[in-house]
């Protein structure tokens, strides 16, 4: 059966409580004994003195989507996972809040390990977003992935 | 053919529009390159890909009647 992509953003920062309540709701799944999680936070740098408040996220969402979902079955074709989750945000995420969310589920650790990194990984390569930077002086620059 | 084009990020500050159609005689993504490189020179020295049908794609595509996006560096998370 072809499953339906899956909308992943969010508008503005994921909220610790959301993160809490992802994560509850997966109590009732107990084949899973392992989960991991990668929390993307936005950093506060600095470029010629001037430090990084927030950075506004945009993206070609069709394509997002598509590559969201490309990128959802190949990691369940990789690894043995239970379950799997991707948040990122649109809009504006000020420094110090998350951006992406990552979750992945596995009976066994060894397979969560593998495939939150390959998760992340793709998704920093493959999803169009675009981040641009905002310093507190109204100024901005567009981020690059390192 | 009347083509939708759309710039993203640091692409649309270039072009000043997100979206725009284009009427375009030519065959290849090349051509409509520079085509767009003529009314925006800037854009030529920019980092970017294409993307249609929700794919990157080279320069020599061949055009149909449809939408391309120029996509500047992904900097997602």
């Known amino acids: 059966m072809e499953k339906k ?14 993160i809490g309540t992802s994560i509850a709701k997966h109590q009732s799944k107990t084949s899973i004994g392992a989960h991991n999680i990668f929390l993307g ?25 598509a590559k969201f979902h490309e ?3 190949a990691t369940f074709e990789k690894f043995n996972l239970t379950c799997m989750h991707i948040y990122h945000s649109l809009g504006l995420v000020k420094s110090g809040e998350i951006c992406l969310f990552v979750f992945v589920s596995s009976p066994r650790r060894k397979e969560v390990f593998k495939a939150l990194e390959y998760v992340v990984e793709e998704i920093k390569a493959k999803v169009p977003v675009f981040g641009k930077e905002l310093f507190e002086d109204n100024s901005h620059q567009w981020k690059v992935n390192t | 053919m009347l083509l939708n084009i759309k710039y993203f ?39 970017f890909q294409l993307a249609h049908n929700n794919e990157i794609v080279s320069g020599d595509m061949k055009l149909i009647n449809n939408e391309i996006a120029f996509l500047p560096p992904f900097s997602g998370g």
């Open chain 1, 71 to 73: 990128i959802r079955e």
């Open chain 2, 9 to 47: 990020g640091l692409l649309s500050e270039i072009t000043g529009c997100h979206e725009e159609a284009i009427d375009f005689n030519g065959s290849t993504l090349y051509e409509l390159m520079d085509l767009v490189f003529e009314k925006y020179p800037e854009l030529e020295r920019k980092d």
């Open chain 1, 5 to 18: 992509p899956k909308n992943v953003f969010i508008e503005g920062a994921i909220s610790s409580e959301f």
């Open chain 1, 41 to 65: 936070q936005v950093r506060a740098d600095k470029s010629n003195g001037k430090s990084i408040s927030a950075i506004e996220y945009t993206a070609y969402e069709d394509m997002a989507i």
